[in-house]
């Protein structure tokens, strides 16, 4: 893709023109989704501002990015390996080419602030704002920082993490930005509506998710205990992943009344006012979206990584808002003997759901909206300077 086009580059100061802010954040949704809810959040402080969205062409940002009326800037994918491999001296070549094409987009849009949210495409915005001398802002969703943002960390005064203890110094704690369907989500409220809009009935809705792409794991423990489920009177609303649902409706057979199941929701927040329960991964924006809405939750985390997903979990199991099940252990048994008890224990539930909100925030995207405009209005020095 060409850099975005500006047809009459400016000397102006940023003052006397729209600010033009880039985001970047790329290939998951626990990336995507904190950076476009940070980009409404600046438009309605002021709708003249330009933002655009740095990613890949392969990544979920492709999807989501034009969905939400913004324009993406594509940059060449740049994995980082996570052990020492021949593809490791690759790297070096392969950053440096996606720092040359992010100056030409941060040049084409005049940007005057970087936003990086980690994954491939933070670092190259990074180190192209540094060299171009541009204020940039880091923000870590996760429990613990990845490899982007902790390089990013050094060379900026201005970042931001979700929970204490991402391992980032001195970052300012303000939580994981939401959209603001989410954030303003009464879920007593929109219940009615939101069982109807699926065709959920009254009884107890188990809400089963495994992220933006599915969960196998997760998927074939509840398709196991689907037969127990329905004879309990619990409705399935059953969110099994694009490459995954038609193979969870095959293993179910004579698909239970009660069990709905579907690729992918756009309208999460729906979802989550339908529930009673939710049993999913335990990423970051899971885990902030279903705290702050106030939704109890089983997590399963991700065996794989650094260990980010359990502790992403840890501060809102801890208050006791959820329970935690390692991967291994979660069957059709652990759905027999904790799901189903659980989703069928109303007082319990609210206990768990009141838990859950008190860890959770609704107005980070304000927060960090503030964390940007002041680094716009800093001098690069100091750290970033150097």
């Not at 303003?184 to 699926?198: E, Q």
């Not at 989550?272 to 985390?301: I, Q």
Request: hydrophobic share 50%; proline share 8%; net charge positive.
């Amino acid at each position: 893709m060409t850099p975005v086009p500006v047809e009459h580059p400016s000397t102006a100061p940023p003052s006397a023109r729209p600010l033009s802010v880039v985001v970047a954040g790329g290939g998951t949704a626990g990336h995507v989704e904190p950076a476009l809810a940070l980009a409404d959040a600046l438009l309605r402080r002021d709708p003249a501002t330009v933002v655009t969205a740095l990613g890949t062409a392969t990544g979920l940002e492709a999807r989501l990015v034009p969905a939400r009326g913004y324009p993406l800037a594509e940059i060449p994918r740049v994995p980082l390996p996570r052990r020492p491999t021949l593809d490791l001296l690759r790297v070096p070549g392969r950053v440096a080419g996606a720092v040359r094409r992010t100056r030409e987009h941060l040049d084409a849009v005049r940007a005057d602030v970087v936003v990086g949210f980690g994954g491939y495409v933070a670092l190259p915005a990074y180190l192209a704002a540094r060299r171009r001398r541009t204020p940039f802002v880091v923000h870590e969703a996760n429990a613990r920082a990845g490899l982007a943002n902790r390089v990013g960390a050094r060379f900026t005064g201005h970042v931001a993490a979700a929970v204490p203890g991402s391992g980032l110094s001195g970052a300012v704690v303000l939580g994981t930005p939401l959209r603001r369907a989410v954030a303003t989500l009464d879920r007593a409220a929109a219940r009615a509506s939101a069982r109807a809009s699926f065709g959920l009935g009254p009884g107890p809705v188990l809400l089963v998710t495994g992220g933006s792409q599915g969960a196998r794991a997760v998927n074939d423990a509840v398709v196991a205990a689907a037969a127990d489920l329905a004879a309990a009177g619990v409705q399935v609303l059953h969110v099994a992943g694009p490459k995954q649902a038609d193979a969870v409706r095959a293993a179910l057979g004579e698909v239970p009344p009660t069990h709905h199941v579907l690729a992918y929701v756009d309208r999460m927040e729906l979802a989550y006012a339908a529930a009673d329960l939710a049993v999913c991964r335990a990423g970051a924006m899971t885990c902030a979206e279903l705290s702050a809405v106030g939704l109890p939750a089983v997590f399963v985390p991700l065996p794989i990584g650094n260990g980010e997903q359990a502790l992403n979990a840890r501060p809102v199991v801890d208050a006791g808002g959820a329970l935690l099940v390692d991967d291994a252990a979660f069957d059709a048994a652990c759905v027999r003997s904790t799901v189903l008890p659980l989703v069928t224990d109303p007082s319990r539930l609210r206990a768990m759901g009141e838990a859950a909100s008190a860890t959770g925030s609704r107005d980070a995207d304000e927060s960090l909206a503030d964390l940007v405009l002041s680094a716009v209005r800093t001098p690069v020095h100091g750290r970033g300077a150097r």
